[in-house]
């Protein structure tokens, strides 16, 4: 490959203000940009989108941040009073999107919401409140604060490639993994909670509960860039295909 690899970062569609503007807008974290940079990547931010994938065509890796939690109604559950209300064109076009790269091989990273919808494109499900079922707040001590908690790795996962057999992660959510689906759980928290996710089938997918964009975690920035550094261009012939997401 010539070049920086071209990364998607799927963005938000949020009210924002800045300079004279407050308006929709079309948004994304810096720190997401940056980590994808320093690694060596050329970032591209991806708008709420559910008309057709063809961008993947044009793109080296998919990255996919936090955010607002999944409708349930894709995992078959009612929505928990906890659970936020759905942003619906953001979760139909951030799977159409995963959907296509994993049929691709597209190397994949998702962090935190991102990692959850790996669990779904896989047939997996959530939790949506875990302090009903772990009895305690400490991956969201409170909206806005991160926790912070040690996770454990499986020897011989990518994970583990990159972090070695354990690492202290920052923590911000409320939601979390129940049944991984078809995807292998290759690091867990103190309470057993799946704090990473992957499909060694794949050239690249991993998802991560954490937010290494705000830890500066430039070693799984660059272990991701390098994969979509690797990665042939263009459709290919998927290792393996996940169970489809239940429709809303």
């Known amino acids: 490959m010539n070049g920086r690899p071209v990364i998607g970062i799927a963005a938000y569609h949020e009210q924002a203000r800045w300079n004279i503007w407050n308006t929709d807008a079309t948004v994304i974290q810096q720190s997401f940009v940056r980590g ?42 009612a929505r928990h009073p906890a659970t936020d209300q759905p942003s619906r064109d953001r979760d139909a076009g951030e799977l159409l999107l995963l959907r296509s790269a994993l049929e691709r091989d597209l190397p994949v990273l998702g ?64 939601q979390g993994v129940a049944d991984p689906g078809g995807l292998q759980v290759s690091g867990r928290s103190h309470d057993r909670l799946p704090e ?17 964009e705000l830890s500066d975690d430039e070693a799984l920035f660059a272990a991701f860039v390098t994969a979509c550094r690797t990665a042939p261009p263009g459709p290919g012939p998927a290792a393996s295909t996940p169970a489809p997401a239940r429709s809303a």
């Open 36 to 77: 994808v940079t320093r690694a060596g990547g050329r970032a591209v931010v991806l708008p709420p989108d559910d008309r057709d994938a063809d961008v993947l065509d044009r793109l080296d890796g998919l990255l996919l941040p936090g955010g607002a939690d999944i409708d349930p109604a894709y995992y078959g559950q």
């Open 111 to 174: 962090v935190c919401r991102g990692l959850q919808l790996l669990v779904l494109l896989y047939g997996g499900t959530l939790h949506q409140h875990l302090p009903d079922v772990l009895g305690h707040s400490g991956h969201l001590p409170q909206e806005g604060v991160l926790g912070e908690h040690a996770v454990e790795f499986t020897a011989g996962s990518r994970a583990a490639a990159v972090y070695g057999p354990s690492a202290r992660v920052n923590s911000h959510h409320h």
């Open 196 to 212: 990473a996710v992957e499909d060694p089938a794949k050239r690249f997918v991993l998802g991560v509960q954490w937010h290494p």
